[in-house]
């Protein structure tokens, strides 16, 4: 029995043995070189899917950005040619540019209600300063050194 256990002992460090080994380590090296290989490309191609997928969603935006910035063209056009028209003329004529054409009357309303202001009283101007007074130089020096207002004001 002890033979047994000797003979085993030494079938371990055969030659024989040590190749299977060393094959199945290069086996094992291969394999692990391959699923570095197809982790690389799984994460290569996933990447390339979620770039796909953000430029869609980004050509999806300036598609909608495109068609609204096409409709606002078609309306500034379509106001371009209402403004060179003679239409448009005649209505900033009337309307804006007070323009009256031969025999007509233009008529401007003074107030709403007109209790106040009859058509026989003549009109009135009142005047008054819309700006500031300008202090004197003495003025701006006190506030500059004391940090108050001048007395007597």
Known sequence: MSDTILNSGADENSPARQKLGQ???SIQVM???ALTIGLVLA???SSRISLDRDLARIHAEFSREIDALLARQGELI???DYVK???YVEYWARDEGKMTR???FLILPQSVGGADLAPSSPRRWVEFQTTPPQPRNWELWWAL???EAPPGQ
Request: proline letters at 0%; a negative charge.
């Open 23 to 25: 094959q199945l380590t």
């Open 31 to 33: 394999l692990a070189v």
């Open 43 to 45: 994460l290569n191609f």
């Open 78 to 80: 379509a106001e371009l």
């Open 85 to 87: 028209s003679d239409a």
């Open 102 to 104: 031969d025999g007509e």
């Open 145 to 147: 050194f004391f940090d």
